[in-house]
T-cell receptor, first 113, second 114 residues
């Protein structure tokens, strides 16, 4: 049973465009939702994270939007750059559950120059 | 300001051999998580350890896999009698005391079983 569903599987965006990646979760006990960026051959790097008591969090060109009632959250990358080309993973965890991360399957983003 | 360190970065083993993967957490971090990533898949939790204690091993296969985090030295993920299906990237993450949510990942060990 996949607890965090991520879409799309791959995404191609032109330089300067907006990249949008969506995730949906099932377990309402989740209370922490991070996004990770992974380049080929590297480990995932924590990009930005949100808790369900806020609906949006912005850090530079990266924004997380969170919809608690729909159990969905998304990552928006504004002014996408070729250097943003990577695989992005959403994840979820819950307090008291060892805080282990449950990951989506990933979105491979390609930003064309 | 070293990050999470893992070694070896690449490991090739023949079927039936043992694989030992090492992880040194970030300085000041006392919690270690191991995750496995299969090709084209997200990461899957395996085990969570604190010094000298296994806290949660709900993601570990019941046989052949074990993990430890001794008082001194790195955390070790051990896979005995490896099979082809064990071929994957194994990532270690560490977090500081009281902030388990913020997990920082190492570069991974890519295990290939021939």
């Amino acid at each position: 049973q996949q607890q965090v569903k991520q879409s799309p599987q791959s995404l191609i965006v032109q330089k300067g465009g907006i990249s949008i990646i969506n995730c949906a979760y099932e377990n309402t006990a989740f209370d922490y939702f991070p996004w990770y960026q992974q380049f080929p051959g590297k480990g995932p790097a924590l990009l930005i994270a949100i808790r369900p008591d806020v609906s949006e969090k912005k850090e530079g060109r990266f924004t997380i939007s969170f919809n608690k009632s729909a159990k969905q959250f998304s990552l928006h990358i504004m002014d996408s750059q070729p250097g943003d080309s990577a695989t992005y993973f959403c994840a979820a965890s819950m307090e008291g559950g060892s805080e282990k991360l449950v990951f989506g399957k990933g979105t491979k983003l390609t930003v064309n120059p | 300001n070293a990050g999470v360190m893992q070694n070896p970065r690449h490991l090739v083993r023949r079927r039936g051999q043992e694989a030992r993967l090492r992880c040194s957490p970030m300085k000041g971090h006392s919690h270690v998580y191991w995750y496995r990533q299969l090709p084209e898949e997200g990461l899957k939790f395996m085990v969570y350890l604190q010094k000298e204690n296994i806290i949660d091993e709900s993601g570990m296969p019941k046989e052949r896999f074990s993990a430890e985090f001794p008082k001194e030295g790195p955390s070790i993920l051990r896979i005995q009698q490896v099979v082809r299906g064990d071929s994957a990237a194994y990532f270690c993450a560490s977090s500081p005391q009281g902030q388990n949510y913020e997990q920082y990942f190492g570069p991974g060990t890519r295990l290939t079983v021939t």
